[in-house]
């Protein structure tokens, strides 16, 4: 019943670290994405991964860098933290040959302050 | 860039009331499916709509997708303090893999 699992679920960094999020899924979906949330700004795509082996960039891409490991994970790393990337973090899974009609599943979030 | 802008971005209203929400844009889309998040959890999805026009019912919820394909609403009837949360529509365009979300309405229903 795992689905999505992120970790960690909350961090706090100062300005210039880095860190890795996790996120794995055991649903054997093809495609993976990263997504921040912000207060107003709802949902942006941070980075995707169509399939494994492939990695793209969505909206909001600078800052971050991503590794597709396998087909189970996914992760996003922040080589070196600001302030403005303090967010939620969310990782999601989509099913192959689901087309236009595909749902995204999502973990629980990793809530992430930069100092 | 907000691709897909949502309103209103907050409502608050009363146990059996109506409301109404939208998710406009000017682009175009293959499908456009709606969420709901609650605190501390990650979205699930409600809906898909996929064709112009296109009503889906799920219980008291109403959602509908633009003649054109490039609006959406949800229509709430009798809301329900359950109904409280994060809204939020996703646009898939075919053959990108990527979902493009809306800004979000969060809606609080009062008892």
């Known amino acids: 019943n795992a689905g999505v699992t992120q970790t960690p679920k909350f961090q706090v960094l100062k300005t210039g670290q880095s860190m890795t999020l996790q996120c794995a899924q055991d649903?054997?979906?093809?495609?993976m994405y990263w997504y921040r949330q912000d207060p107003g700004m709802g949902l942006r795509l941070i980075y995707y991964?169509?399939?494994?082996?492939?990695?793209d960039k969505g909206e909001v891409p600078n800052g971050y860098n991503v590794s597709r490991l396998n087909k189970r994970e996914f992760s996003l790393r922040l080589e070196s933290a600001a302030p403005s990337q303090t967010s939620v973090y969310f990782c999601?899974?989509?099913?192959?040959?689901?087309?236009?009609?595909?749902?995204?599943?999502f973990g629980e979030g990793s809530r992430l302050t930069v100092l | 860039t907000q691709l897909l802008e949502q309103s209103p971005q907050f409502l608050s209203i009363q146990e059996g009331e109506n409301l109404t929400v939208y998710c406009n844009s000017s682009?175009?889309?293959?499908?456009l499916q709606w969420y709901r998040q609650e605190p501390g959890e990650g979205p699930v999805l409600l809906v898909t709509?996929?064709?112009?026009?296109e009503v889906k019912k799920l219980k008291r919820l109403t959602f509908q997708f633009g003649d054109a394909r490039k609006d959406s609403s949800l229509h709430i009837t009798a809301a329900q303090p359950g109904d409280t949360g994060l809204y939020l529509c996703?646009?898939?365009?075919?053959?990108?893999?990527?979902?493009?979300f809306g800004t979000g309405t969060r809606l609080k229903v009062l008892a």
């Open positions: 999601a899974s989509r099913e192959s040959g689901t087309g236009i009609t595909g749902e995204l599943f």
């Open positions: 649903m054997n979906h093809n495609s």
């Open positions: 991964s169509a399939s494994e082996g492939t990695t």
């Open positions: 682009s175009v889309f293959s499908s």
């Open positions: 709509v996929v064709t112009g026009g």
């Open positions: 996703a646009a898939y365009t075919s053959g990108t893999y990527k979902y493009i």
